[in-house]
């Protein structure tokens, strides 16, 4: 557990980056891969894609909680965000979910280390 | 399953205003709720507010997927938002969880009798 | 909101039901029919594939919680199984998540009418 | 990501404990705690209940989707099990709770560890 130190509008960016990925990945994945098909539902990324969307809800639930193990489930949460981005990165159509996961991944890495 | 002849534009308004009274419920019933104590920690209304945040999760993640079943879980969302609402209404410094389980509850009505 | 007559030896069977078409589903969904692929990635199935997982893990929390709304939440979730079971009837190998789901509907159905 | 080394007993095993520890802090929480009151209401306490639910469910869902970061939320499970077991054995009442929080931080410890 930490000395929080993070001030209320940087959680509350994080928990919207948070929420913006989770919302992006999840309906980027259920309507739009479902939809394509091909390398868009191959395993290893469809996987990444709902991973990301669960971990990211996960994130903004113990952060509005105010959890002490916030910091612990970012960072774990950047780096899912990371591989999700550079999975869609590889895929045609996917240039908001990269955005979204690198803008959270980013957001996530603060709030790591802030509280650490 | 229905024929969706709700607008984007509605579904996406149904969507942010679940999200906001998820946010809002759990973040006062953690924080709030239980910093305050007595009355707010009664049994029967801390269920609510931890029931009407889940619910309308849950609403949003069968929104973001696309489900055939959104309308039949936004009406159940809207019985639990106004009887939280209801629950937080008799309690002191809850009037923006009040106002935020009323929008909600209004918005998932309205979805759900759109698609049916 | 009920007067609860259910027992709770037939709430702990309708917790463990949902638990297991929960688990079931999203196990089959994630790996077998990401890896099988055609037929079981069209948008309708696999849709329908996660969100029985997401409503039968919803239903379980609200049931372990002692939400008023158990049985509302139970009925819908009866409908999406048995639309789940349905369309795994309609291929190959899921025999698995047809059991499950049937069982968990029947579950639901019995915990929806017993509180009301 | 990592070269998954783990047997299929093992995750199952995992799985499992995850489960137990999810359904038995929910429904010690909801119901237990909330009636007592007192100590058991405390911020810290219930935070760390409600925690130790939610990573479990979604240490779950990670590792039946077959997620390649099931490894890093194993990691993060496994404290917060442990500090709820802590938080849980300061109290009357919450034997069960420290007992399913003990074997769940053990199993994801493994878990963490045998995938790396």
Known sequence: MHTH????DEM???IDA??????TCLQMAMNHCLRVGGNHVEQGHFTLMMD????????VHLQLSGSSFSAELCDVCAQ???AC???CERLDGMD???AACRACAESCRA???AVH
Chains 1, 2, 3, 4 share one sequence.
């Open 85 to 87: 981005a550079d999975s």
């Open 52 to 59: 990301c969307a669960r971990i990211c809800e996960t994130s």
């Open 5 to 8: 130190t993070m001030s209320q």
């Open 96 to 98: 908001a979910c990269v």
């Open 80 to 82: 899912v965000c990371d």
């Open 111 to 113: 709030m790591a280390k």
């Open 12 to 14: 509350k960016a994080c």
């Open 18 to 23: 948070c929420t913006n990925c989770h919302h």
